[in-house]
């Protein structure tokens, strides 16, 4: 698998500090109690392992539905230059990947995708939440688009 997608040199500020950890805390919490919707796109919980600390970790993603089983997950960081922490920590541990979903937690392999099948894959991403294209206008760097297919 290739992480090769460049960062960007433009783009909206990246969400972080202690707010964002402690939204994702209780957002992490919810999803756990309710189920897997928020501001009106399906949520899961992706577990990785941090690319610098080797600690786990849990972040809530939208996700949007691939073939066979598989998620697609949008390393948008909202329009930043530099890609999320999450995309990060899989590209250092990429068989180290689990989502959580459903109430179960299922390890799955992640694959960048590139070329027409990102394509096709961005196109129904945008088509469900039409927010993920201001993020692409707010960053001059390609968002990767990432398939989660359930491991063995």
Same mark, same amino acid.
């Given at each position: 698998?290739?992480?090769?997608?460049?960062?960007?040199?433009?783009?909206?500020?990246?969400?972080?500090?202690?707010?964002?950890?402690?939204?994702?805390?209780?957002?992490?919490?919810?999803?756990r109690?309710?189920?897997?919707?928020?501001?009106?796109?399906?949520?899961?919980?992706?577990?990785?392992?941090?690319?610098r600390?080797?600690?786990?970790?849990?972040?809530?993603?939208?996700?949007?539905?691939?073939?066979?089983?598989?998620r697609?997950?949008?390393?948008?960081?909202? /329009? %930043?230059?530099?890609?999320? @922490? &999450?995309?990060?920590?899989? =590209? $250092?541990? #990429?068989?180290?990947?689990?989502?959580?979903?459903?109430g179960?937690?299922?390890?799955?392999?992640?694959?960048?995708?590139? /070329? %027409?099948?990102?394509?096709? @894959? &961005?196109?129904?991403v945008? =088509? $469900?939440? #039409?927010?993920?294209?201001?993020?692409q206008?707010?960053?001059?760097?390609?968002?990767?688009?990432?398939?989660?297919?359930?491991?063995?």
């Amino acid at each position: 698998m290739s992480f090769s997608t460049e960062p960007g040199t433009r783009g909206a500020r990246q969400p972080s500090g202690p707010l964002l950890r402690v939204a994702n805390r209780l957002t992490t919490g919810r999803l756990r109690r309710r189920g897997g919707r928020l501001m009106g796109m399906d949520v899961l919980v992706l577990h990785t392992v941090g690319a610098r600390s080797g600690q786990p970790r849990a972040t809530p993603v939208a996700w949007f539905p691939g073939p066979d089983g598989s998620r697609y997950v949008v390393a948008s960081a909202a /329009g %930043a230059p530099g890609h999320p @922490a &999450w995309y990060l920590n899989i =590209a $250092a541990h #990429p068989g180290e990947v689990a989502i959580e979903a459903d109430g179960r937690t299922v390890p799955v392999a992640p694959t960048v995708l590139t /070329g %027409a099948e990102r394509d096709d @894959a &961005w196109r129904a991403v945008v =088509a $469900a939440a #039409p927010r993920f294209a201001g993020y692409q206008e707010k960053t001059d760097r390609v968002l990767p688009v990432l398939r989660l297919t359930p491991r063995d």
